[in-house]
DNA sequence: TTGGTGACTTAGAAAAAAACGG
DNA sequence: CCGTTTTTTTCTAAGTCACCAA
């Protein structure tokens, strides 16, 4: 069972993060000796025989590649550097004999990852702008004036006081604490010039807030043509950095944007959310190039911080962020060969488990039983991952979220209850909450049991043996390259095809109700992983609407219904079935109904005299009168009175009856009202179910799209109707590949 | 044996774009 | 057509896992 809101589930409070105790727990060792901890490691590498990537000749520069495209050259008058020519020109569209069917040609398994690479560097978000002298931050009731980089800092929170992530104290904390260090290094306030800023709460930054609030406003307004015009421009700024040419074909370039300075937005209770995320100069970035590739010319009076050329890797540049100290890549986009590459070994990997899942599982059953607590341990490690599919649980530090997998599950983690029920709540990745009651193999419950035995308290590793790579160091045992990862895309794939099998889908069937469908099917699979989102802020309020809409549509069939009756009042006993609702929609349903149709109408007739009044005002024509506005919500009302008149009397109106046409015409009317309705029920259901799952994560990256593509052709069902278009790039390699018979 | 770190995949939120409905 | 709602794309955080050095 999916839990209610996720706001709800994020933790709250705040337990320490416990370093990891290793107990070495005497009685428990006493009890099952340490023994033959073996795991059976055979590194066996079978290397299929490949068919080896033809190479390409000769390196193409980018712009012999702009001019081979089918677009017609424009003659351009910007600067260019001699031999590396801006690569503006490239379109996206591409040329078909550069399109490379790797899929088609076989994989190249060996260590070299590429021959030649070639691009023109990163994109740099624009520097920042100072505030309009009159935008202050406002500092125990003064405005004050801050040297440039402080005001910046400012800024990032000023924009978004209006957000959670203001609103908590930690990211208060860390801001103000960096925003103080800004300050201090630009030589503090400018003006008044003795002021110390010290206090948070004595900061006001409404002023900022506005201010961006208004521009925001703006662009908003902009005309369409307006709009259009800024994103051409935008991306023409982009069109070098979007391509690059790896082994002489044209490829597309993922994040080719350096991240911009801003403040650090982490997930759930983060000990370092608010953290001032520095700006990225072209120093502290490292370049990735093939052998002899010409240098891009770094932006003006700057240089690169390192030129690279290391053709066993997959990144085009990478810089360290200043916060953990990690490294950023800007890499290939998802529709690349690479990463299709990678794709595709990743779900061949997992098929290939299949043939090992049987002995996996015996023998994790079996070592239920085992006297070696380290076996035991892996045993039940293994049965967690592959049951409830839980990821492999890696140690974290101090200065992270406090999350857990299942090598790092803690005593307080999971709550045992006899016979054999196991409730585990815990924050997994990106703090979503993980929290199912569930039933577990007795034997695991009895070990779970043990794990948790005293002295074991609040605070300690179940699994105080392992960790990820011990696992899966026993888990390359079975298969090579198998780790705890893969058991999740084996199971989510399997689900799916499960799934698909055991579907009850006629050719004859709309393709609205096939969807629904492999909606479905796809949403077992998002529960198996867990993939939540949080419930949109409207979503009651939209559900509440659709509702009304729905019995808006009844009472609209029954109005029908009744109508019918009117003209042939003998029908009612011919037909129990279709009238049968009619008493079943009681008065004050029926006055609700006509209330919430009133109401609707209120509000659209208020609109739109705000409107209408707007744009006059804007053409400075004559206003419309007040006394206009209410000639409509007069007509709104008679309107309503009449409908509840024929509520509270039971008759139709004469108006309608005449509108309503012959008992044929009604009845098609019926008709299609049932349809409406029928297909606003299921959707509304299906919304509903929907609203705290997320199926775009499994089918990104779990479910093996061959399945997709397997499900459209069997059905025939439209890809597109499948996979979004950036989806259907991503995954050429499927859609190509597989068709109405293949399996998983 | 551990701890750091580099390189890659996976993740939900937020922004942008498209579709909807009055 | 226009404002609203829904879907798609972008953004970047947060995982996994291999490898290396001490």
Redesign the pocket.
């Known amino acids: 069972m999916v839990s209610k809101s996720?706001d709800h589930q994020r933790s709250t409070g705040g337990q320490p993060l416990k370093k990891k105790v290793?107990l070495s727990d005497q009685k428990i060792d006493e009890e099952i000796p340490l023994s033959k901890l073996k795991a059976k490691n055979k590194t066996d590498k079978s290397k299929k025989n490949k068919i080896k990537q033809e190479n390409q000749q000769d390196e193409l520069s980018l712009n012999t590649l702009m001019k081979t495209s089918n677009e017609p050259q424009k003659v351009k008058n910007e600067p260019k550097s001699e031999n590396f020519d801006s690569a503006t020109n490239i379109k996206s569209e591409g040329d078909s004999e550069d399109s490379y069917k790797w899929w088609e040609e076989g994989i190249n398994d060996g260590i070299k990852?590429w021959d030649t690479l070639q691009h023109n560097g990163v994109m740099f978000p624009p520097p920042y702008e100072p505030l309009p002298t009159n935008v202050k931050l406002i500092y125990d009731g003064v405005p004050v004036k801050l040297p440039p980089e402080a005001e910046e800092v400012a800024g990032f929170f000023g924009v978004m006081i209006n957000?959670?992530?203001a609103k908590n104290p930690v990211f208060q904390k860390n801001f103000f604490s960096d925003f103080k260090k800004v300050l201090k290094k630009a030589g503090g306030v400018i003006e008044p010039k003795d002021t110390k800023i010290t206090s948070f709460k004595k900061c006001d930054f409404s002023k900022m807030f506005e201010y961006y609030e208004t521009k925001r406003e703006e662009r908003k307004q902009l005309s369409r043509a307006e709009?259009k015009k800024l994103?051409e421009e935008r991306d023409k700024m982009e069109e070098p950095y979007k391509y690059c040419i790896l082994d002489g074909r044209k490829e597309q370039v993922?994040?080719f944007?350096v991240?911009?300075p801003?403040l650090?937005?982490?997930?759930?209770q983060?000990p370092r959310t608010g953290s001032l995320?520095t700006r990225v100069y072209p120093e502290d970035i490292i370049l990735n190039l093939g052998p002899g590739s010409p240098i891009p010319e770094p932006p003006a009076g700057h240089k690169w911080g390192e030129i690279r050329r290391?053709n066993?890797?997959?990144?085009l540049a990478?810089w360290?962020?200043n916060i953990f100290?990690?490294?950023?890549?800007v890499?290939f986009a998802a529709n690349s060969s690479l990463?299709g590459i990678?794709?595709y070994k990743?779900f061949e990997k997992a098929r290939e488990l299949k043939n090992h899942i049987d002995v996996i599982r015996e023998d994790y059953s079996k070592n239920l039983r085992s006297k070696v607590m380290f076996e035991r341990q892996v045993a039940v490690a293994t049965y967690l991952i592959d049951v409830f599919a839980l990821?492999?649980?890696?140690e974290?530090g101090e200065d992270?979220?406090d999350?857990v997998?299942c090598c790092s599950l803690r005593y307080e983690h999971i709550e045992l209850s006899e016979p054999n029920n196991v409730t585990f709540d815990f924050l997994?990745?990106?703090?979503?909450r993980f929290y199912q009651k569930v039933e577990v193999d007795q034997q695991v419950f009895k070990s779970l049991k043990l794990f948790k035995k005293s002295p074991k308290k609040k605070g300690d590793q179940l699994f105080d043996r392992l960790d990820?790579?011990i696992l899966?160091k026993h888990l390359?045992g079975y298969m090579p390259?198998l780790?705890?990862?893969?058991f999740?895309?084996y199971n989510a794939s399997k689900t799916m095809q499960d799934q698909i099998d055991s579907m009850d889908i006629k050719l004859e069937d709309t393709v609205q109700e096939k969807l629904l469908k492999y909606n479905a099917a796809n949403r077992e699979v998002a529960i198996l992983?867990?993939?939540?989102?949080?419930v949109?802020k409207?979503h009651e309020s939209?559900i509440q609407?659709?509702n009304d809409?729905i019995q808006e549509l009844i009472w609209q069939r029954i109005r029908l219904k009744k109508c019918l009756l009117q003209i042939n009042p003998q029908l009612k006993k011919k037909e129990k079935a279709l009238f049968f609702e009619i008493d079943d929609f009681k008065k004050e349903k029926e006055l609700e109904v006509v209330e919430n149709i009133y109401e609707k109408e209120v509000i659209?007739y208020n609109?739109k005299f705000k409107?209408e009044n707007e744009k006059r005002k804007e053409n400075s024509e004559e206003l419309l009168a007040d006394e206009k506005l209410q000639e409509w919500l007069n007509t709104a009302k008679e309107y309503r009175d009449v409908l509840i008149k024929e509520v509270e009397s039971g008759n139709l109106s004469e108006e309608f009856i005449k509108k309503c046409g012959s008992e044929e015409k009604i009845r098609n009317n019926i008709k299609k009202f049932d349809q409406r309705i029928q297909v606003a029920f299921i959707q509304l259901k299906d919304?509903e179910d929907n609203s705290q799952v997320?199926l775009?994560?499994?089918k990104?990256?779990?479910i093996d799209p061959r399945l997709s593509v397997m499900f459209s052709k069997k059905f025939n069902v439209p890809i597109e109707r499948l996979f979004?278009?950036?989806?259907r790039e991503k995954f050429t390699w499927a859609i190509e590949s597989a068709d109405e018979n293949w399996r998983f």
Not at 264 to 268: A, H, L, N, S, W
Not at 724 to 727: R, Y
């Open positions: 996720k290793k990852k957000t959670d992530h709009k994103k993922g994040n944007r991240e911009p801003s650090f937005r982490g997930r759930g983060h995320k290391d066993t890797v997959q990144w990478m360290k962020e100290n990690s490294v950023k890549y890499r990463k990678s794709d990743k990821r492999a649980g890696g974290k992270e979220a999350t997998g997994g990745k990106d703090s979503i990820p790579s899966n390359q390259g780790t705890a990862k893969v999740r895309t992983c867990n993939h939540q989102k949080t949109s409207n939209s609407k659709a809409k659209k609109r409107n919304r997320s775009g994560t499994s990104i990256n779990y979004t278009k950036t989806l």
